[in-house]
Each structure stands twice: as C-alpha cells, then as structure tokens.
T-cell receptor
Framework: GAVVSQHPSRVICKSGTSVKIECRSL??????MFWYRQFPKQSLMLMAT?????????EQGVEKDKFLINHASLTLSTLTVTSAHPEDSSFYIC??????????????FGPGTRLLVL | GENVEQHPSTLSVQEGDSAVIKCTYS??????FPWYKQELGKRPQLIID?????GEKKDQRIAVTLNKTAKHFSLHITETQPEDSAVYFC????????????FGSGTRLSIRP
C-alpha cells in the first residue's frame, strides 16, 4: 500500500536555529503534499499545500518566510522551520494523496516529526 | 472559510455499547469525508470514508452516515472494544486527491471495561 515517510521522527534544537523536515512518498508519486501542525491535545491544522515544481500555498496566518516549503521532486517535500522558537515546538505531519491496494483513494499521512525547541 | 465542527469532545462508553460522533461542515463544495483514528504520538489512520454520492457506508463495526442537505455526517461504532479507545477526527475535503483536508476538533473516546 501507499507509504509516506518522514525524517527525522524527533528533533531537539536550540532557539534561533533552523530545522528541516523531509516528507517522502515511498511507492507512489505525489505532485501535491500537505503539511499539518498538531499541538498537544489539539487537532491537525493545515499549514500549507506543497506543489511539485511551483510555490507552496500557505494557509492564512502561516508565515511563508518562517516555514519554507520545497517540493523539488515527485516524491519529496521538505519543510524548513527557520529561526525556530519554543512556540514552534509541535508535531508536524505531512500527507500525500495516493492509491492503496484495492484502489482505495485517499490521503496518506507520514508518521510525524516531533519538534522541541529549547 | 472552511470549517468542520465535531461533537462531543470527549465520550466515555461501556464496553460493548455503541459510540456516536457527529460533525458538521461549512463548505458546500465538500464531497469527501474521511474519519481518522489517532493514537498518542502516532499518525492519523483512516478508518472509513464516504463520498457525497453515498448516504451511508458500513465496514464491520464502523458506519458513517452523510446528510449533504444538512451538512452533517456521523460516525457510529457498535460493540465497542477497549482497543477502540483513541482520538477520532472527522474531516472534509473537496476531493481526495488535490484538495486540502480540513479536520474537526477531535473526540477522545474512552471505553470502560
């Protein structure tokens, strides 16, 4: 079935540094991927839509200069949190639409990246 | 903008009883409604989905109903088991492949032994 991976699974960094998170579709191509952020005991909030070969589309209130998205290939999207601060500590999850066995059409989620900014 | 409301936020049921979670959506162009189960620290897992051309869908102990006129959809879990304890999210999207998915606020379901 369709698999989406993320790397790293967990990262701790100092305030002011930048962190890059990778999202890969392992057995299918994804021209579009989505990035979500989830704070503890809250829902998944869409941050941006990543488009292969073009600029990402950001949701209202999400700073595009702080959360840089690059979708350079059909299987890889990266999210870079620039100048991270403690309030950026969260669970970051990507998703990509794909087809699973039995032609189940849906979006597949990566396992998430837990970011802790000290 | 698009919004999905979900109720209740917490739900506790006796093992073997049924659980019902309800959602409403605001975007009339939504036509794909997935439900996800999320365990602590893990990715959301799709448990069932329904498209707007269908009013009801069932998969073993799980069923979903959709009322497009009222913009309501619900998740029904029958014969609940301890492993059903988790956070459940409803969601809505304009289509499964290219459109963003908007999530409800989540329901924490606890199954009492």
């Amino acid at each position: 079935g369709a698999v989406v991976s993320q790397h790293p699974s967990r990262v701790i960094c100092k305030s002011g540094t930048s962190v890059k998170i990778e999202c890969r579709s392992l057995d299918f191509q994804a021209t579009t991927m989505f990035w979500y952020r989830q704070f503890p005991k809250q829902s998944l909030m869409l941050m941006a839509t990543s488009n292969e070969g073009s600029k990402a589309t950001y949701e209202q209130g999400v700073e595009k200069d702080k959360f840089l998205i690059n979708h350079a290939s059909l299987t890889l999207s990266t999210l870079t949190v620039t100048s991270a601060h403690p309030e950026d500590s969260s669970f970051y999850i990507c998703s990509a639409p794909g087809l699973a066995g039995g032609n189940q059409e849906t979006q597949y989620f990566g396992p998430g990246t837990r970011l802790l900014v000290l | 903008g698009e919004n999905v409301e979900q109720h209740p936020s917490t739900l506790s049921v006796q093992e073997g009883d049924s659980a019902v979670i309800k959602c409403t959506y605001s975007d009339s162009a939504s036509n794909y409604f997935p439900w996800y189960k999320q365990e602590l620290g893990k990715r959301p897992q799709l448990i069932i989905d329904i498209r707007s051309n269908v009013g009801e869908k069932k998969d073993q102990r799980i069923a979903v109903t959709l009322n497009k006129t009222a913009k309501h959809f619900s998740l029904h879990i029958t014969e609940t088991q301890p492993e059903d304890s988790a956070v459940y999210f409803c969601a809505a999207s304009r289509d499964w492949i290219a459109s963003k998915i908007i999530f409800g606020s989540g329901t924490r379901l606890s199954i009492r032994p």
